[in-house]
């Protein structure tokens, strides 16, 4: 086990906060467990919940080196873990002439292109590994995912097993568009991030976005959380919370009354069918006597 | 630390949950009792949390898990805690009592199956003569016997569904992209002169196959054949998913693959509310897609819609969800045994709102038709 530099829950959720991220209990006691008991953490919400940018900010928090895997359809072991630089090696092979050609050594590590699970390997644990929107990747990585989660260690037949002294900490976050597979999450501690309750997402933007004012920041917050339970498709993350108090606070406005909605609403609501049901219906969002007088 | 009192008071927790139908293997109550002793001293809250990160990895399951704690550990301060998480619950869940529906209801259907399963050693008596004839009655004017017979024909049918390009490239002898690592690797054998070219081509996928089926009174027989399709789909190796909707959507895959259709349907009965409601296709569909839209099994997919499109709901929510869900999918079928009459318009509020986003409009009356989609879903 890793020495970590806290001892509580408590003390993790500070350091958190130190850094401008804003757990809620049970988010921070699954970081807290997933580092003490050495296990990947996945995490799963809705888009904008903040589940990438926890990496981020652990990875800030402890010092250590972010390595991102980022998955997407069809992503293979040559992405995620290594790779032979072939038009390097043929250069090399050209370059030579027949007597040196022996002497080069063709799959050494000056070949070798390291790709973010051969990184996580290498540095142990000295990084965090995010692995990012696992949802995406097919069911075969998933599994191949498992094995090297599982020992941290990756055999190159040509070079030999690398392997990590301690094994790093491990994020991986899932929009669920589909369910991973049960032997994987087995593996891992699980939190659902929702989203934040009012007051909490309040001090996020007044965190996040210091020169956004009070007020100001309320009645985003409390817009946004209108707009949530309305029939949207897509529903507004955090992240378009902050996003739009920026917005509105770049264009000087007090307050946020029906105009600055409409002129904004961009930042918040991203498919074109939301935006236009959003507009008609904009005196439900925004509520256009609160916080004045 | 815990003492071994409580560890045994903890690993007792987890079997109440598998007891309660979750699948809380052993490493998972290990995983319980360890993030327990690495919080101790632990609090109700604590506890609660790293039962939420050790035992389920499901939001579906957090309400049993909720229930469970609430029973095992006895409820207390712990509410305040959980009043938010029930505020989710209530958004994305409907509350119980919702979905199940009168036995009345029920009845029919279930007597339906069981009539059938009495009859199912009869159906595979039947002479093939009547075959042809059969093929061309209509569902809803079949006996039982020749019901059985028609679910046999449809289960039989050779179902495939075109594949898709995936991203990756595996090898290939059609010269489409040159493989340079390979053909490096190769000539390495014969001094670095590449004698032999190695090409790669992409990959295919299987492209899935979703059923919507609409199950109010008018569309049973119709429903229940499709209902067999999905099966032959499954059997013949395709990625299928099933939904059935009347007034409310409902998924109802998982029972397809573990049971037959008939047990499948008794299961949809049980959970389909009002089936003499009437029919909100648009509704319906909208809580497919804002549940489902970003689900893999939607995306690019073949969606075989059957109903007879007199909806009850407003057609401009239909127009503007056939809109969203011909955008998402690859290829929009739309079965109406309506359509089985020479006679029949699609004039119907319902049915012309939704006509001009569909790719393909078909039958689907009898056994014929159903053959007639088999050979539209290849293409």
């Known amino acids: 086990m890793t020495a970590l530099p806290f001892s509580s829950v408590e003390e993790l959720a500070g350091g958190l906060r130190q850094h401008l991220y804003l757990p809620d209990r049970g988010l921070a006691t699954s970081i807290y467990l997933a580092l003490s008991l050495d296990k990947p953490l996945l995490l799963e919400g809705e888009a904008g919940v903040g589940k990438t940018e926890v990496a981020k900010v652990l990875a800030e928090m402890l010092g250590r080196e972010l390595i991102r895997l980022q998955c997407y359809e069809g992503i293979d072991a040559s992405q995620a873990l290594y790779e032979w630089d072939y038009s390097r090696q043929l250069l090399a ?44 990747a097919d069911d075969e990585f998933e599994a191949f995912l498992l094995e090297v989660l599982a020992e941290f260690a990756v055999t190159i037949p040509e070079i030999g097993r690398i392997a990590a002294q301690a094994p790093p900490a491990v994020i991986i976050t899932s929009n669920r568009t589909r369910d991973l597979h049960d032997a994987l999450k087995r593996r891992c501690l699980y939190h ?3 989203h934040p309750s009012l007051e ?24 946004v959380a209108r707009l949530r339970n309305m029939e949207v498709a897509k529903r507004p993350g955090v992240a378009e919370t902050i996003d739009w108090s920026n917005s509105l606070a770049f264009l000087g406005a007090p307050h946020l009354d029906n105009e600055a909605a409409e002129a904004t609403l961009g930042a918040v609501i991203k498919d074109h069918e939301d935006f236009e049901y959003v507009r008609r219906h904009i005196d439900d969002v925004v509520e256009d006597d609160a916080g004045r007088g | 630390m815990p003492a071994g009192d409580d560890y045994a008071h903890l690993v007792g927790f987890g079997r109440e949950l598998r007891a309660r139908g979750l699948p809380v293997g052993t490493g998972r109550i290990l995983n319980f009792c360890r993030a327990a002793g690495v919080l101790a001293p632990v609090d109700r809250r604590s506890l609660y949390w790293s039962g939420r990160a050790t035992l389920i990895s499901r939001p579906e399951d957090i309400e049993l898990f909720d229930n469970a704690f609430g029973a095992y550990f006895g409820r207390s301060e712990l509410d305040e805690t959980m009043s938010s998480l029930f505020d989710w619950l209530d958004r994305t869940h409907a509350p119980a009592g919702e979905t199940t529906i009168e036995g009345a209801d029920t009845g029919a259907v279930a007597g339906f199956a069981e009539a059938e399963e009495v009859a199912g050693d009869t159906a595979t008596r039947m002479v093939a003569s009547g075959t042809e004839m059969l093929r061309d009655k209509s569902f809803d004017t079949l006996t039982e016997e020749e019901r059985n017979h028609a679910a046999l024909l449809i289960r039989h049918l050779k179902l495939s569904v075109p594949l898709r390009t995936a991203r990756r490239l595996r090898p290939s002898v059609k010269a489409r992209r040159f493989d340079l690592p390979r053909t490096l690797r190769s000539s390495l054998r014969t001094q670095g002169e590449p004698f032999r070219r190695a090409y790669r081509d992409r990959r295919r996928k299987i492209r899935p196959l979703v059923l919507v089926l609409d199950v109010s009174g008018s569309m049973s027989a119709y429903s229940r054949a499709l209902m067999q399709f999905a099966f032959a789909a499954i059997s013949a190796g395709q990625k299928v998913e099933v939904f059935c909707f009347g007034t409310r959507l409902t998924r109802v895959t998982r029972a397809l693959r573990t049971r037959d259709p008939d047990a499948a349907l008794g299961e949809v009965a049980a959970t389909v509310q009002d089936w003499d409601g009437g029919t909100r296709i648009g509704e319906s569909l909208r809580g497919l897609l804002d549940e489902y839209g970003q689900h893999v099994a939607l995306r690019r997919a073949v ?9 009850r709901g407003d057609p401009d929510v239909l127009a503007a969800q056939m809109a969203r869900l011909g955008r998402l999918a690859w290829r929009v079928i739309w079965v109406n045994p309506l359509k089985g009459s020479p006679l029949y318009q699609p004039l119907a509020r319902g049915m012309a709102a939704a006509l001009p986003h569909i790719d393909v409009f078909l039958p689907g009356h009898n056994v014929a038709s159903l053959e007639a989609l088999g050979r539209v879903l290849a293409e």
């Open chain 1, 93 to 136: 092979i050209r370059a030579s002439d027949a007597a040196s050609a022996a002497a080069i050594d063709l799959f050494g590590p000056q070949f070798l292109v390291e790709r973010p699970l051969l990184a996580a390997c290498h540095a142990g644990s000295g990084a965090v590994l995010l692995i990012d929107e696992l949802d995406r």
């Open chain 1, 192 to 194: 659902w991030i929702d």
């Open chain 2, 303 to 311: 969606v075989v819609l059957c109903s007879d499109g007199l909806d």
């Open chain 1, 200 to 223: 909490r997402e309040v001090e996020i933007v007044r965190v996040r976005a210091p020169h956004v004012a009070e007020p100001l920041a309320r009645e985003v917050a409390q817009a």
